[in-house]
């Protein structure tokens, strides 16, 4: 398949993405200057942002990674969250703040931040890329958000359609034709 002909829906170009980094990192730094700031990145969908996100924090910040999984190749949660890898850092002094590409149903989010809490943080908060407030199973709004978006299916940047499109630098919608 040639990505360069494609003519999808862009919801988040290349340059709203970076504009947003950047104010997420300055938001980031001053919520959590003189804290120990660790960043728990759920894997696979958030590695993308994640990475440039850390890049914008001008506070030290140790990363530590999960992988959950709840969609498997779907386009939608199973409802049932799997923790495959935990982090094996001891939280107990830090902040931890908990990056994913997505919230939509927040089971994810909402197992993740609990099954972390039990480990004894001095603080937990979650930002997202993402978020579609409109398909929420929970109640949970991310602390830090990227971008509120519609209810529709969305890759790109770190998100993925059966493992393909996490390269593509820009969010898009992926239509019928491309499924």
Same mark, same amino acid.
């Given at each position: 398949?040639?990505?360069?002909?494609?003519?999808?829906?862009?919801?988040?170009?290349? &340059?709203?993405?970076?504009?947003?980094?950047?104010?997420?990192? *300055?938001?980031?730094?001053?919520?959590?200057?003189?804290?120990?700031?660790?960043?728990?990145?759920?894997?696979?969908?958030?590695?993308?942002?994640?990475?440039?996100?850390?890049?914008?924090?001008? +506070?030290? +910040?140790?990363? &530590?990674?999960?992988?959950? $999984? $709840?969609?498997?190749?779907?386009?939608?949660?199973?409802?049932?969250?799997?923790?495959?890898?935990?982090?094996?850092?001891?939280? *107990?002094?830090?902040?931890?703040?908990?990056?994913?590409?997505?919230?939509?149903?927040?089971?994810?989010?909402?197992?993740?931040?609990?099954?972390?809490?039990?480990?004894?943080?001095?603080?937990?908060?979650?930002?997202?890329?993402?978020?579609?407030?409109?398909?929420?199973?929970? &109640?949970?709004?991310?602390?830090?958000?990227?971008?509120?978006? *519609?209810?529709?299916?969305?890759?790109?940047?770190?998100?993925?359609?059966?493992?393909?499109?996490?390269?593509?630098?820009?969010?898009?919608?992926?239509?019928?034709?491309?499924?």
């Amino acid at each position: 398949m040639d990505i360069e002909s494609k003519k999808w829906e862009v919801l988040c170009s290349e &340059e709203q993405i970076a504009e947003r980094l950047k104010e997420l990192g *300055e938001q980031i730094t001053e919520d959590y200057k003189d804290k120990k700031l660790m960043v728990v990145s759920l894997l696979k969908g958030s590695f993308i942002f994640c990475a440039d996100l850390v890049r914008t924090i001008k +506070v030290p +910040v140790k990363i &530590e990674f999960m992988t959950t $999984s $709840s969609y498997g190749h779907g386009e939608n949660s199973s409802g049932k969250i799997n923790v495959l890898s935990d982090i094996n850092a001891d939280l *107990e002094g830090y902040d931890v703040l908990i990056v994913d590409d997505i919230t939509d149903t927040a089971l994810t989010m909402n197992h993740v931040m609990n099954h972390l809490k039990a480990k004894n943080p001095a603080s937990i908060k979650c930002c997202v890329l993402l978020d579609k407030p409109s398909r929420r199973k929970v &109640e949970l709004v991310p602390d830090y958000c990227g971008f509120t978006i *519609e209810d529709k299916f969305v890759v790109g940047y770190g998100l993925n359609f059966g493992d393909y499109y996490r390269n593509i630098p820009y969010v898009f919608n992926v239509t019928d034709e491309d499924r």
